[in-house]
Every structure is written in structure tokens, then in C-alpha cells.
């Protein structure tokens, strides 16, 4: 079993992740949340429809990263094709 044990300013920390516009951040600091006020990740995973192993996942990460390691790491792969300037048009789109 995952035991989480947070100080103020950890659970004042993982409150402003959980309000924060990329909603895996604030999802994965929910997690977080929930298993500090004692609920299992089996809990959590039927409360929020999750499979267990990604509960046990982020809450793993968080463990040993702190809030860093709830954030979604860059995935490998070829780089995109479009040149900087569509990718600036796009953006300001």
C-alpha cells in the first residue's frame, strides 16, 4: 500500500497543481490528494473511473519526484516537420 504523508505546504502546493489549466497535472495532484486523506489507490481508481495501475503510477512518481514527477514527460519520437514560422502562425491563430 501507497502511504502519503503531506505538510502544509505540500497539500497548499498540490491544491494550486489541482486548479492548474493542464487538467493531467490537476488530475495526477488529486490523486495525490486523495490517497494523503487515506484513500487506497484501489479507492481512487473506481472514485475516478482510472485503472489502479495508473494510480500507483503517478503516485510512484510522486514519491520519489515530488510535484515534478506528476508532470507528463516529453515523449521520444521523429520532430515535427513545420517550420517555425507555421508554428508561430498556428499559435497566434
Known amino acids: 500500500?501507497?502511504?502519503?504523508?503531506?505538510?502544509?505546504?505540500?497539500?497548499?502546493?498540490?491544491?494550486?497543481?489541482?486548479?492548474?489549466?493542464?487538467?493531467?497535472?490537476g488530475e495526477?495532484?488529486?490523486?495525490?490528494?486523495?490517497?494523503?486523506d487515506g484513500k487506497s489507490p484501489p479507492e481512487i481508481a473506481e472514485y475516478l473511473k482510472r485503472s489502479v495501475i495508473t494510480i500507483?503510477?503517478?503516485l510512484s512518481r510522486?514519491?520519489?519526484?515530488?510535484?515534478i514527477g506528476l508532470k507528463?514527460?516529453?515523449?521520444?519520437g521523429r520532430p515535427g516537420k513545420k517550420?517555425?514560422?507555421l508554428k508561430k502562425a498556428l499559435k497566434n491563430y
Open 1 to 25: 500500500m501507497i502511504r502519503i504523508f503531506l505538510t502544509p505546504q505540500e497539500r497548499t502546493a498540490l491544491t494550486q497543481l489541482r486548479l492548474h489549466r493542464k487538467s493531467s497535472i
Open 28 to 36: 495526477r495532484a488529486y490523486y495525490v490528494l486523495l490517497a494523503a
Open 56 to 58: 500507483r503510477l503517478w
Open 62 to 67: 510522486y514519491l520519489d519526484q515530488g510535484t
Open 72 to 76: 507528463t514527460k516529453k515523449q521520444p
Open 83 to 85: 517550420p517555425p514560422s
